[in-house]
Nanobody
Framework: QVQLVESGGGSVQPGDSLRLSCTVS????????IGWFRQVPGKEREGVSC????????YYADSVKGRFTIARDNAKNTVYLQMDSLKFDDTAVYYC??????????????????????WGQGIPVTVSS
């Protein structure tokens, strides 16, 4: 069973940086696409950034392009989301998610926009002055 644990969230000021980590256990992480999603109460969940299992193809939402960077370290079973130049609008609960795409032809863009099969508990990120 896939287990996903997020860490690294917190409260920061606009312009600051944070790095979120998602530790994956219970499966071969190399087989899984991993993504970061976020949600604000009353709003739809947004796919922020995702990374494929094989070539490391990435997807970024337009709202975070140029500011966020996703990376995976399969040896450490961890995926990172480096968030720079944070804005008020980045305030949300961030969720790590995973889906086994090793047998699938689904694109990373598709799964990042519709959501993945397995989810972490979420971690809050607050950007305020």
């Amino acid at each position: 069973q896939v287990q996903l644990v997020e860490s690294g969230g917190g409260s920061v000021q606009p312009g600051d940086s944070l790095r979120l980590s998602c530790t994956v256990s219970g499966v071969r992480m190399e087989d899984y696409a991993i993504g970061w999603f976020r949600q604000v109460p009353g709003k739809e969940r947004e796919g922020v950034s995702c990374i494929s299992s094989s070539e490391g193809t990435t997807y970024y939402a337009d709202s975070v392009k140029g500011r966020f960077t996703i990376a995976r370290d399969n040896a450490k079973n961890t995926v990172y989301l480096q968030m720079d130049s944070l804005k008020f609008d980045d305030t949300a609960v961030y969720y790590c998610a995973a889906e086994d795409l090793s047998w699938s032809s689904l694109s990373i863009t598709y799964v990042c926009e519709r959501g993945m099969d397995y989810w972490g508990q979420g971690i809050p990120v607050t950007v305020s002055s």
